[in-house]
């Protein structure tokens, strides 16, 4: 079962799992997700299955699972402000729901963390030991707490009930199937370049950012599953990027001739953001493959055939990047 399967990363994650013969149980209440990232599942996949429904109520499904992926989760500092709520209970009771279908299934529990519960880090780059600079009182507060909540649960359920756990960091990422108005950087910048409009760079640019591709974050996230590692591992892309850089890898991959507009920097905006992924490496022998340029370029063509109505076009004109 993946929580949160109609979402941009929990989406991507259905479509790797079926493509290796597994049955997947899609929950969702869409209050971020959008359904058209898994119709194409319900039209032809018989080993697919929908469930709408919000996690932080009771969760009781029939038949056997063998992994739980909690997914669920707004993600977007343009939903702290607008559901707050939704996304502390989807933290806390979602989570909590989670783990207990896992624990009555015998099920192999994996939690998707993120950076965030590094705050805005002391330390750099961050390691999975590193706790963290957060704010508990902060706008961003209720994404970052309802992380680390979920983390704390995660690990009373795996040393009390003995459940089989995963909490893989996630770190910026980005792709196909991201909506348009969800408010973080990649997809700001892109749909702003395409329509012309100036890019809007909160603070001076000089802020940097780590950006990982769908397709390295997906396969970082099964090996994870598949293999005995129980700590926290870091899943991000550890080449780092200004603001400001990326702003302009997006207008000149597009074309465009968008304009910087500069506005002021959100309370508590992390001022960087960085992997160490010595972990990932070591237990799972992975690495991001996705250089930003290529990745860029494939997450514009996407943008750019969903304005057309038309299905995206193969990205075969990209290289692959050197382990980026």
């Known amino acids: 079962m993946v929580t949160g399967g109609a979402g941009f990363i929990g989406s991507h994650l259905c479509e790797r799992l079926l493509s290796e013969g597994c049955r997947v149980v899609c929950m969702d209440n869409l209050s971020t997700g959008v359904l058209a990232n ?39 500092p343009a939903d702290f402000g607008r559901i707050p709520i939704e996304i502390l209970k989807t933290g806390a009771l979602g989570t909590h729901n989670s783990l207990g279908l896992a624990r009555a299934k015998g099920a192999r529990f994996m939690l998707a963390s993120t950076s965030e519960v590094y705050g805005d880090p002391l ?62 950087m990649v997809p700001n910048f892109i749909r702003q370049a395409l329509l012309g409009e100036p890019l809007t760079v909160y603070g001076d640019g000089t802020q940097t950012r780590s950006v990982q591709y769908i397709e390295d974050l997906i396969e970082g996230v099964t090996r994870l599953m598949r293999s005995e590692e129980t700590r926290p591992v870091n899943i991000g892309n550890p080449v780092e990027y200004s603001v400001r850089e990326v702003a302009k890898m997006v207008t000149e991959l597009s074309g465009s001739r968008s304009e910087i507009s500069y506005q002021p920097l959100p309370e508590d905006d992390p001022k960087q953001r960085c992997p160490d992924i010595t972990r990932a490496r070591e237990t799972l022998g992975w690495e991001p493959q996705t250089s930003a340029s290529e990745g860029l370029a494939k997450t514009l063509s996407w943008f750019a055939s969903q304005a057309q109505g038309r299905t995206p076009p193969e990205a075969s004109h990209t290289t692959r990047g050197e382990g980026a």
């Open 123 to 184: 330390v750099h780059p961050q390691r999975e030991d590193y706790r963290g600079n957060v704010s508990t009182t902060g706008p961003r507060s209720v994404y970052d707490e309802a992380k680390r909540y979920a983390e704390a649960l995660t690990m009373a359920y795996h040393r009390h009930h003995r459940i089989d756990t995963r909490i893989v960091r996630i770190f910026n990422s980005y792709g196909p199937k991201m909506r348009e108005d969800d408010g973080r």
């Open 38 to 76: 898994v119709t194409p599942f319900l039209a032809s996949e018989a080993n697919f299955e929908y469930i709408d429904h919000d996690v932080s109520v009771h969760i009781d499904i029939p038949g056997e699972l063998d992994e739980v992926y909690h997914f669920a989760s707004a993600a977007s």
